[in-house]
């Protein structure tokens, strides 16, 4: 039987992409229909689209499998945006007030329009995330109503290469598949894995996937930095393939032996790891390559919790991503950041019921996927394929909403929500009418202005006033003389 309301959302991640289709139930929980992976290696690194033919010829094949199985259209998807290019930049806006002056939503919002207008070379504002207002001396997160003389605005910028945010576009018009919504796929990850009391005390969520590591982190519900680190689980896979080996051998010797950490007593130094029936690989060797990559991991992650929030991770670090499956990764990372409190994130908070492999796998690898079919709230299910196999004869299923959302302005997204390029362009052609309507305006005002003033100057000239009075003086002597 064909799904006739179901969302759909695509990771576009650097070893794999997938398409997952699930259905929203009354009581909140989530029933996965489909999912559909296929290799992105070759065209996407780092989390980055690099080929934008193949990436498209590859989300059609995701799409076309996903239609496949639920025996319906698919009319627009959810897609989550992430990879090595992705960082927050702090910024700060400010603003000098009269004194007493009230602060109104206008004055924020003119804040935040300021902010959404600054210009990094390359580089494009996916999101921001605001931190705090400094009203005078106090710092408070809803100043509106608070008498002050000095307002601050401070943002968290979350930034892309233009390049790479026009590419990922790209990608999906070549497809001709609609894009119900962009979504910044860490945010998506964090709102799914990361409980409500980790934010408000303080946490970094870790996410180890192939290329790329991503660091998040959050203190009193505010997203306080992002980060991506080159480096992911593949990098140990290419260590341990310069021990001679082909690297789908060195993945398996890395699922099979690998550990995180392991005391150095209880390394046997005359062991072997058997490669295959004919080689093998030392130990002691084998174990400090996968610890040494792992440790150079750590240390980067460490490196980027700002100096501001070390003592402030009470909630402490949470794992998560196929990374994080490691042997004793919560060991390795207690070691080298000192913070006791670690957890692995095997799973969403969501529930979720499925009886597909990778949904039961409770692994981490499908974290940020369903991260992202949790944000969706738009039926992405079209008209049903008709089952004998025309693909071109359909009929009309239930109820369909294919509709996508209104044209959304800088200031009105959600967080987390990117909008897309053509939104971008609808979005800065209505303001660009908005701002010539406001001069045409202004224009005709300081013309009538200019108009009113002459026509005064005229009245009061001394010209003008003899000839009144000359003309006053006549008038009344022909009154008299009647």
Known sequence: MAAKDFIVAIELGSSKMTGIAGKKNLDGSIQVLAVVKEDSSSFIRKGVVYNIEKTAQCLTNIVKKLTAQLKTEITQVYVGIGGQSIRGVRNVITKDLPAD????????????????????????????????????????????????????????????????????????????????????????????????????????????????????????????????????????????????????????MKLKYGCAFTDNNEIDNNMKYSIDSERQVECRKFIEIVEGRLEEIIENVWYQIPNDYYDKLLGGIILTGGGSNMKDIEKAFRNHTHIDKIRIAKFVTQTITSNIPEIKAKDGSMNTVLGLLAKGDINCAGNEIDPNGDLFAIRQSGTVNAEPRKVRQATETDPGVIRTEREKQLAEEEARRKKEEEDRIAREKAEAEAREKERLKKENSFWNKAFRGIKKFGKTMIEEEE
């Open 101 to 252: 002056t009230l602060v109104t939503q206008d004055m924020i919002i003119e804040l935040m329009d300021s902010n959404r207008n600054m210009r990094y070379p390359d580089q494009e504002i996916l999101d921001v995330a605001v931190q705090e207002y400094k009203v005078d001396a106090q710092y408070q997160t809803d100043p509106v109503g608070i008498q002050c003389t000095h307002l601050e605005g401070n943002f968290l910028n979350i930034l892309q290469r233009k390049a790479f945010y026009k590419s990922l576009n790209n990608c999906f018009e070549m497809a001709e598949i609609g894009i119900a919504e962009l979504y910044l796929a860490p945010l998506a990850l964090a709102d799914s894995v990361l409980t409500e009391s980790e934010k408000r005390s303080g946490c970094a969520l870790v996410d180890i996937g192939a290329d790329t590591t991503t660091v998040s982190v959050y203190n009193k519900n505010i997203l306080r930095h992002l980060a991506v680190i080159p480096l992911g689980s593949n990098n140990i896979t290419k260590d341990i393939a310069s021990l001679q080996m082909e690297e789908q051998d060195a993945e398996k």
